[in-house]
Every structure is written in structure tokens, then in C-alpha cells.
């Protein structure tokens, strides 16, 4: 693999079948009501909304806020959001 393969992923527009090959078909699934942000944290805006038992693709990446809860990087409507671990869980 080479250095710049992660640069490449985000710079290219991945299907959901590759998605799932790059995270090993990892989804995250809503464990109750939970927004789908632009960015990992409360200030970022919303993009939508997920219930209790929906899922999306993760893509690998996550990070932490400043308060220290997780966020899950996920394919959303053919570009990426983010999502609270709080309200979700990986699969």
C-alpha cells in the first residue's frame, strides 16, 4: 500500500462496495435518535437524521471531540457526515 493510498481514498468517490471493502464492511447503527453532522462535533451543522436500528457505512475514520465522545465517520447521501457515538454503535 502506498503512503498516499488514505489521500487517495478521500480525494476519490467511493461506492458503498468500496467503502465496505476499505472498512471491512463495518456500518454504524443508530441506537436511538441521532443527527448526522458535517464534522465530528456539536458545532458542525446538520445534515439529517438517523432512528433507533438505521444504519450507514463507516468509512474507518473516527475522532474525538473536546469533550471527549467519539465520532464515527460514515457514508451519507454520496458524501460523509459524522455521528455521535453516544447514539450509535459500530456493527
Do not use: C
Not at 487517495?8 to 462496495?17: P, R, V
Not at 459524522?82 to 456493527?91: A, E, F, M
Amino acid at each position: 500500500m502506498s503512503e498516499n493510498f488514505e489521500n487517495e481514498l478521500d480525494m476519490m468517490e467511493l461506492t458503498d462496495e468500496d467503502l465496505e471493502a476499505v472498512a471491512g464492511g463495518k456500518k454504524i447503527v443508530a441506537t436511538g435518535s441521532v443527527k448526522v453532522r458535517k464534522g465530528p462535533g456539536l458545532q458542525y451543522g446538520l445534515l439529517g437524521y438517523l432512528q433507533k436500528g438505521d444504519f450507514l457505512t463507516y468509512d474507518g475514520h473516527s475522532e474525538k471531540d473536546d469533550r471527549g465522545v467519539r465520532w464515527y465517520r460514515v457514508k451519507y447521501q454520496g458524501g460523509f457526515g459524522w455521528v455521535s457515538s453516544r447514539y450509535s454503535t459500530k456493527k
